[in-house]
């Protein structure tokens, strides 16, 4: 018999219960560690922009929440793909896991960006096509959490709903190209690249990846509680219809 | 630490961050406790998964 994939193994819920709850931890202490190690070298040790001033430091954190908005979007997207396609046990738990996460982050990267344009651009918000398209995004994975919410058999919540993301996945390439395809207003990507000066590129990518390892960590946990709810009703209905059967014999 | 004339901006900004991120920390601990405990509730009544053994 053929050895099974990792993918096959962690198909297995309680397999994945005991690896995610042994992972946890870990994943959490070093996202809390690197948040941390980053906040101090944005407070302390980052110069202000010479244009930008002090205002600089808010790209510490809009920019890895912008990241992970277009990340969880590409996790609900792989896992829906993995639901439809492949019928993964655990497929539909990370799409509807990540939904929430990736909304927030989201939210976080439009906020933290019109406190930013206040003070640089004289106005919280314009629809130019970086903004509008991250906004698109935003009620995008309100729908996917509204459609879920909306139907009750998980089944088919979890089909429909990936229908719907992976549609939405043409959103991804459209916010990444926008500000090239587009004469915006929002500045070119320059995040993580050799333009930035090592002064302010080291405190971005510290927090760039003290914000992944806490997207993973938030992920894990949201999906631990969603295999224990499921396990809860799965239960919780059998028992019913036992005693509903129990009684009909009577 | 002097932040500058758009101090407010740069603190309302992390503000959000603490109390979203702080706000999604704390729902996913207190359903898990939920979740935990339901399924406690239901094995301690002699309710298990066919799965679970026993």
């Known amino acids: 018999m053929a050895t099974p994939t990792l993918t096959q193994r962690l198909a297995n819920p309680t397999r994945f219960m005991e690896l995610s709850g042994a992972l946890l931890p870990w994943v959490s202490a070093a996202a809390a560690v690197l948040i941390l190690y980053a906040m101090v070298l944005v407070f302390f040790v980052a110069p202000p922009d010479y244009q930008q001033g002090e205002t600089v430091k808010i790209m510490y954190i809009h920019v890895p929440s912008a990241w992970l908005a277009m990340m969880g979007y590409g996790v609900v997207a792989a896992s829906s793909f993995g639901l439809l396609v492949f019928r993964h046990p655990l497929a539909d738990v990370s799409a509807k896991s990540a939904a929430p996460i990736g909304a927030a982050f989201t939210a976080l990267a439009l906020v933290t960006g019109s406190l930013w344009g206040k003070p640089m651009w004289g106005t919280y918000w314009v629809w130019d096509a970086r903004l509008t398209s991250v906004l698109i995004l935003f009620l995008l994975y309100l729908g996917l959490l509204a459609l879920r919410s909306s139907i009750e058999d998980e089944t088919t919540a979890g089909k429909l709903t990936a229908i719907l993301a992976l549609v939405g996945v043409a959103i991804l390439p459209i916010i990444k190209f926008s500000v090239e395809w587009w004469n915006t207003l929002h500045q070119p990507s320059t995040g993580f690249t050799a333009s930035v000066d090592p002064s302010m590129r080291t405190p971005l990518l510290v927090s760039a990846a003290g914000f992944t390892m806490l997207f993973f960590a938030l992920h894990l946990k949201a999906m631990r509680n969603e295999i224990l709810r499921r396990r809860v009703k799965a239960i919780t209905m059998a028992e019913v219809e036992r005693s509903t059967g129990a009684k009909a014999r009577e | ?47 298990k998964r066919r799965s679970a053994g026993g």
């Open chain 2, 1 to 47: 630490m002097g932040l500058g004339p758009h101090a407010g901006f740069i603190w309302a900004a992390y503000g959000a961050v603490i109390v979203v991120l702080a706000g999604l920390i704390g729902w996913l601990v207190y359903d898990g406790r939920r979740q935990t405990r339901a399924l406690a509730d239901l094995e301690a009544r002699g309710i």
